[in-house]
């Protein structure tokens, strides 16, 4: 393995093999990632594996991949938790830290939710590393602390280097941000004329609005194209997931909230689209299969064979598209509001999203009330200068406690 450190920051690995931390392999993105370094043996080798509880699955990630250390964050599962052989454990409080930051770690795959994740980003970033998340915190409550350092370590690369480019530092995960990378890739960002996130409009797309308060759980998660984790299933149902996906896109693309549209795609085929000053619009497609999106992060610039089902176009009866109703879902003009207003308001925008989910999964607050306690969160809690990192995380514990306490979703 051999690395390039001609600039500062600047240590990507250029040999036949990346060396790889993923930091929670367990869940779903995770698991899928875990698949495709799998099936990626000569180019990549997975340094690090790190879980928060299911041990068991670990372990049997890590008898494929074979990495020398793995983190387990439950003290409890730790203790069940059968390392393979010549693995260590490293069990410090700071192990998604010291993992992100190895000497022998190229490219961190950040698959952790919350925003105790931006403390590995941040390190991995600073440590010269590629990170490929797919932490909406990241971006949404963090992005005002992580893009100038992916920015700079772009412009510390030489000119023609394909990591010339912040996206090929801080690598976005999500499909749709995955499909408008792509769409980007040659292009001048000032002939960016508008970009187009697709949503596939949830299982409520056509439900009356008059039906919403008595959705339950079970049919919010019943997702009619993506299978994904709870959380981002009932983000979809509600339309915030494309709003966090807004402001993600501007601190990605950094094109201003105005030039960033959604439209309803409900077959999932069109994973975004980018219109040009010319009129022209570039679109990625591809199954919804989270594992094509995943796999380009991890061997961009390159491409190969994919796990995923190829697209049969001839297969495909109709494409449509469809504007999205925000009287019914309110949760986009709420996210779009806050990613205005600023870091503040869009990390307690973030933060008041988990507890609402939660407590509508639990049945302790009805489908519109989610969109109810995250505005009142926002509202309450998003005026104010940009936290840094330590204030961020102290202030996420904040809105989650209110939130939590909130009667009725704050009607």
Not at 359 to 365: I, N, V
Request: with cysteine; proline share 9%.
């Amino acid at each position: 393995m051999t690395t390039r450190a001609d600039a500062p920051g600047d240590r990507v690995a250029i040999g036949p093999r990346t060396r790889v931390a993923l930091l929670g392999s367990t869940g779903s993105i995770g698991r899928q990632a875990v698949d495709v370094l799998a099936g990626l043996p000569d180019r990549f080798a997975v340094v690090a594996l790190a879980a928060g509880h299911d041990h068991r699955r670990l372990e049997t990630q890590a008898a494929v991949l074979r990495p020398r250390v793995v983190a387990l964050a439950d003290a409890a599962a730790r203790g069940s938790f059968r390392p393979p052989d010549g693995a260590t454990v490293d069990d410090a409080p700071d192990a998604l830290v010291r993992l992100a930051t190895r000497d022998d770690v190229d490219l961190v795959v950040v698959a952790t939710g919350g925003v105790v994740s931006l403390r590995p980003v941040l390190a991995a970033l600073r440590a010269g590393k590629v990170v490929a998340t797919a932490n909406k915190e990241t971006l949404v409550s963090g992005g005002h602390l992580v893009m100038p350092l992916a920015r700079a370590l772009a412009a510390a690369a030489p000119p023609i280097s394909p990591f010339a480019s912040p996206l090929a530092w801080l690598r976005p995960i999500d499909s749709e941000h995955s499909a408008i990378w792509q769409c980007l890739v040659g292009e001048d960002p000032e002939a960016i004329a508008r970009i187009w996130l697709t949503a596939s409009g949830g299982p409520f797309r056509t439900l009356p609005a008059a039906d919403l308060a008595r959705a339950t759980p079970e049919m919010a998660l019943a997702h009619p194209t993506w299978r994904m984790g709870a959380k981002i299933t009932v983000d979809s149902a509600t339309l915030m997931n494309k709003g966090l996906e807004v402001i993600e896109a501007d601190r990605l693309y950094d094109v201003g909230l105005a030039r960033i549209a959604v439209v309803i795609h409900p077959q999932s085929v069109i994973h975004s689209a980018v219109e040009f000053v010319d009129r022209s619009v570039k679109a990625q497609l591809g199954h919804p299969d989270m594992r094509i999106p995943i796999q380009y992060a991890l061997t961009f610039p390159d491409r190969r064979p994919s796990p995923a089902p190829p697209l049969a176009l001839d297969a495909l009866s109709a494409l449509t598209f469809e504007p999205p109703d925000e009287a019914r879902f309110p949760a986009l003009r709420i996210a779009r509001d806050a990613g205005q207003a600023g870091p503040r308001a869009s990390a307690a925008l973030i933060a008041a999203d988990e507890v609402a989910v939660q407590r509508f999964l639990e049945r302790r607050l009805d489908f519109p009330g989610i969109a109810r306690l995250v505005a009142a969160a926002v509202e309450r809690f998003g005026a104010g200068p940009a936290p840094d990192l330590d204030e961020l995380i102290a202030f996420d514990g904040e809105v989650r406690a209110w939130c939590e306490a909130a009667p009725g979703g704050a009607a």
